[in-house]
């Protein structure tokens, strides 16, 4: 999952930033409406996660551009006015979920996972494919009853190439979903992390390379 945050409060931004990592979350940060909204237009997030009270162009500015451009991501407006009248109204701006100030990261995690599993009815809570188990809230793996321990970015590729059930994910779009905006798109971060994540799971390997397309999990 890769998600932006948007958060005038730098500090504030960067512990989110830093909380998700430790989820497996990609995440990449933005500090006004204005960013926000370049940022968008140009990476595919799954989930925004956007104060309202922004300088600039406002949250709500941003919430309303983000649904009329069609822009496709979920919108989870994080901020500290918690009345109901505050609450509607971001409904009503395209919001999918609110979740107001202070709040514990744990349910900020839990909410964009169940943002992340909403549109897609095919996708479940708990991912199971070609012998492979794994459950992204309780973040474990298991391979044909056999408990697989992950590292992060093991955890965050294997999390996409599941959701995707077979189909092929080039390597731009792994490096895209599980890494954040710092990521050299010339490294072999994608190769490496996939070499130890076969190991990791064992043979026969589930991991299989399409040349010159990507990769995919699956039988041989």
Not at 120 to 125: G, L, Q, Y
Not at 163 to 174: C, N, P, W
Request: aromatic residues 6%; contains cysteine; negative net charge.
């Amino acid at each position: 999952m890769r998600v932006l945050v948007v958060e005038d409060e730098v500090y504030l931004a960067e512990a989110i930033q830093a909380g998700l990592r430790l989820e497996a979350i990609a995440a990449d940060l933005a500090f006004d409406g204005h960013a926000a909204l370049e940022s968008v237009t140009v990476t595919a997030y799954d989930v925004v996660v956007l104060d309202r009270d922004l300088p600039g162009v406002s949250g709500d500015e941003v919430c309303r551009q983000i649904v009329a451009q069609g822009i496709g991501c979920r919108v989870l407006m994080l901020t500290a006015a918690g009345d109901l009248d505050d609450k509607v109204a971001g409904f009503e701006l395209g919001a999918d979920d609110y979740l107001t100030k202070p709040f514990e990261l744990r349910e900020l995690v839990v909410r964009l996972r169940a943002l992340v599993r909403r549109p897609a009815v095919t996708n479940p809570t708990v991912l199971e494919y070609a012998g492979v188990r794994l459950d992204p809230f309780r973040r474990e793996v298991y391979r044909s009853g056999r408990y697989v321990k992950l590292q992060r970015k093991q955890f965050a590729v294997l999390e996409v190439l599941m959701a995707a059930r077979g189909g092929v994910i080039s390597a731009e779009t792994l490096l895209e979903k599980a890494w954040d905006e710092n990521a050299d798109p010339f490294s072999n971060a994608v190769r490496l992390t996939i070499s130890a994540l076969r190991k990791r799971l064992g043979d026969p390997w589930v991991i299989h390379t399409v040349p010159g397309v990507g990769y995919r999990i699956g039988d041989e």
